[in-house]
């Protein structure tokens, strides 16, 4: 199968190499400096979890052709970088596209994707559950298991769900069909966005992040108030259970946090500035049709803004 990948941070690393183990004709997406490293070393992974090393061997472009056909497309990108992509993919006669990460505007992601004048557009969305950062050409990957990604279409099941599960048939990946994706992927965007804005106006220094205690209890807080915005809202809490603890147990979960906190691990957090003031300012959206009270949120919210 042909495939392609477009980004190669983290996400679409630790993807590519799944797709090159399954036996696939992998393409990744890249440019820059990233790209050199790409053409140069392979796909390097360092596992952080398993104490290995993998290097896998790509094909590299820089731009997408709208005559570049791939039986799929998975599109590695923070939410702050969709829009400038999707001319891109609308302009491309590959059919089956799979938009993965952070997301607030599937609806209107969709809808831009099906009027394609090229060839008609199937879409779905996706979380791959992986973690990590990249440095020296070097990708340092955490995940559990061999990976998985929480994925779902918008309207039913995914039309090429079949075209899915033969990608990674020879692989141990596992692809978690999800029947209500825009509302796992709210409900998900509830918990990392206040969490990720408090390690961010530390610098990821994870030691003073968990000293402030002031902080950790807005965060919690917080994301009890943007869960109770989803429900105002008609969203489904999913998963089930994770709204009901972090509203009625923030003590816990605020221990819970700082525990995982103090792991070596926890330094492997990535993010940025531009995304996470992206997610917030759909987000806020949300909260002005909502009659629920969020002062924890918009404290964090005013401090995310004065960040350059």
């Known amino acids: 199968m042909k495939i392609l990948v477009y980004g190669a941070g983290v996400q679409g690393s630790y993807l590519a190499h799944v797709l090159v183990q399954g036996g696939h004709d992998v393409t990744v997406l890249a440019r820059g ?6 053409e140069n070393e392979g796909v390097v992974i360092r596992h952080y979890l398993q104490r290995k090393t993998t290097v896998d061997s790509v094909q590299v472009i820089r731009t997408l052709e709208p005559e570049d056909v791939y039986d799929l497309i998975f599109v590695m990108m923070k939410y702050s970088d969709f829009e400038a992509v999707l001319p891109l993919l609308s302009d491309n006669d590959s059919r089956h596209i799979v938009l993965v990460g952070n997301n607030m505007d599937t609806y209107a992601m969709q809808d831009y994707l099906s009027k394609s004048k090229r060839s008609p557009k199937q879409v779905a969305f996706g979380f791959q559950t992986t973690a990590g950062t990249r440095a020296d050409g070097k990708v340092i990957c955490i995940r559990g298991g061999h990976g998985q990604m929480v994925i779902g279409g918008l309207d039913g099941a995914i039309p090429f769900r079949a075209l899915l599960e033969q990608a990674f048939m020879r692989t141990k990946y596992k692809l978690d069909f999800h029947d209500q ?21 530390h610098a990821f220094r994870m030691k003073e992040v968990v000293r402030d205690d002031k902080r950790m209890r807005q965060m919690v807080a917080a994301m009890g108030e943007g869960f109770r915005v989803l ?11 994770q709204a009901s603890w972090i509203t ?18 926890s330094r492997l957090i990535d ?6 003031k992206a997610l917030n300012h759909s987000f806020a959206g949300w909260r002005t049709l909502s009659d629920v009270s969020t002062p924890n949120w918009d404290a964090l919210e005013a401090e995310l803004l004065s960040l350059s």
């Open 33 to 38: 400096k990233r790209a050199e490293e790409l």
């Open 231 to 241: 429900d105002s809202l008609g969203y489904p809490l999913i998963p089930a259970g």
């Open 181 to 201: 994706i825009d509302a796992w992927l709210k409900n998900h965007m509830v918990l990392i966005v206040p969490m990720n804005m408090v390690i961010l106006f």
């Open 248 to 265: 009625k147990h923030p003590h816990f979960i605020r221990w819970a946090l700082k525990l995982f906190l103090t792991l070596p691990v």
């Open 271 to 276: 993010g940025t500035v531009v995304e996470l």
